[in-house]
Structures are given as C-alpha cells and as structure tokens.
C-alpha cells in the first residue's frame, strides 16, 4: 500500500473530531489518500495507474455488495472501510466519485490536458473534494441542502488552495490545474469568496465538529494569506496555528 504519511496543512482526524467518529474519518481517509496516491505518486506508467484504480474500485464495490472477501493489496484499509460502511450506512457514491476524479486526473496528465474554464474545474473538484465533506455531514447526520452546499464550497475552496500551494509540483508532474485565461490571482480571490460563503456551516453545526470546521476555514484562510505573500509552498507555523485558533474564537 503507498505511504499515506503525507504532510498535511488540514489535519484528518483531530482531537476536535467526536472520538467515536475518528476511526471512520480516519478510513475515509486512508481509502481517498491511497487512491490518489495510486493516481498521482511514482513513475509508473497511465496504463498502470488506471488498472490500479480499477482494482482499487472493485474492492469499493465489494464492500458495498455485502460479500466483500479479503481484499488482497488493500486488506487493512477496506477492513476498516467496511466497518465504517456497516456502523454508519456511509452511501457508496461519493467514495465512487472520487475514484472517478483520480482516473481523470491520470487520463488528463498522460494526454497533457487541463481545463478550459473554471466550470470544468469545479466539475472535477465536485468530484475530488466535494464527496469528502459530505461524508463528514453524513457522519454527524447533517442533510439538509443548505448545510450540504455549505460543505461543497468549503470543500472545493480547499480543493484549489491545495492545487495552488503546489502548483510548481503539479507542473512538474505535467499537470496545470489553472483554467485558461485566468491568472492565479484571481483564483486564489475566488477561492477565499467561496471559502467566505461556505463558512457560516462552521457556526450552525454544534460541537466538537463544529469547532473543527472553524478550524478547516481559518487553516483554508490562514494559507490564502501566505499565497497572496507570494509564498510558494507555505507551511503553517506554531504561531500560524495561534492566530486560527484565535480566528476560531471570533467567528
């Protein structure tokens, strides 16, 4: 299985996360890490990378059937992915979306092609970030369509705050997430708008989780600043997290 010891600016999994959740947040996680490393990491050929996926797919499915045997690359994860299917009914589309998202981005780096305006982006992060979030209000049984397209445009904020914090890594891989015709400037201001109309999600969940959506947005927020900086790359300091917990605090 591929590393999932990635450095994180979002944390997964916190101590502000209901303890009882943590070990189905942390399988989702494993599972949407894992599968994008399938996607994204190494040399190995498109080819490859797609057959991987769909394997990685097929195990999903099987969770899903109720007769999911062993699986035989992936045993711990799809273990534990399971269990948190059957504690909390999670629905198999968003995990199926994200796979989706991956085999497009393996199919759009081997044929060098990126996107041709900001719908198209939204399209796929709607499919690579979105799933994520909604799982999350699934878990803390939060469905209603306010709530839910709160947590979309949270989740594609992070989305392309990420893609833009390693975009000098995504070029090198021969990947370019900007849309044409945009300038990162504007989507970076793009990104704090929908991250601004996402917010108000963080104040109407209660609890520990809600708290750690406060924390999601301020950490969204707290790196937009340092991109704006011009800071290629940026981590979050010691101090960093001070001044979002203090954000926190004031929303």
Not at 177 to 204: K, N
Not at 222 to 231: E, M, R, S, V, W
Request: glycine share 6%; charged share 25%; proline share 5%.
């Amino acid at each position: 299985m591929p590393s999932i010891d990635h450095y994180e600016n979002f944390p997964v999994a916190s101590w502000l996360c209901p303890a009882h959740l943590r070990p189905a947040v942390t399988a989702i996680y494993h599972f949407a890490r894992t599968a994008d490393d399938l996607a994204d990491e190494g040399d190995t050929p498109a080819h490859h990378r797609l057959n991987d996926l769909s394997e990685f797919k097929h195990d999903l499915v099987q969770c899903f059937s109720g007769a999911m045997l062993k699986s035989q690359r992936w045993p711990d994860l799809f273990a534990a992915l399971s269990q948190a299917i059957q504690d909390y009914k999670l629905p198999a589309q968003p995990l199926l979306d994200l796979l989706d998202a991956f085999e497009q981005d393996v199919i759009f780096t081997s044929a060098g092609q990126g996107y041709r305006n900001r719908d198209e982006l939204l399209a796929y992060c709607r499919r690579s970030a979105n799933p994520v979030g909604r799982l999350m209000l699934h878990l803390y049984g939060v469905n209603d369509e306010i709530s839910l397209a709160q947590s979309d445009a949270i989740c594609t904020a992070l989305q392309l705050i990420n893609f833009w914090q390693d975009r000098a890594q995504d070029l090198a891989r021969g990947r370019d997430y900007l849309p044409d015709g945009h300038t990162l400037a504007q989507e970076l201001t793009f990104a704090r708008e929908l991250m601004a109309s996402g917010a108000p999600l963080s104040l109407r969940v209660r609890g520990r989780a809600g708290w750690e959506l406060r924390a999601v947005v301020q950490g969204g927020l707290c790196i937009l600043d340092k991109l704006d900086a011009q800071q290629n790359r940026p981590r979050l300091s010691r101090m960093d997290y001070v001044r979002i917990a203090w954000r926190c605090w004031r929303m």
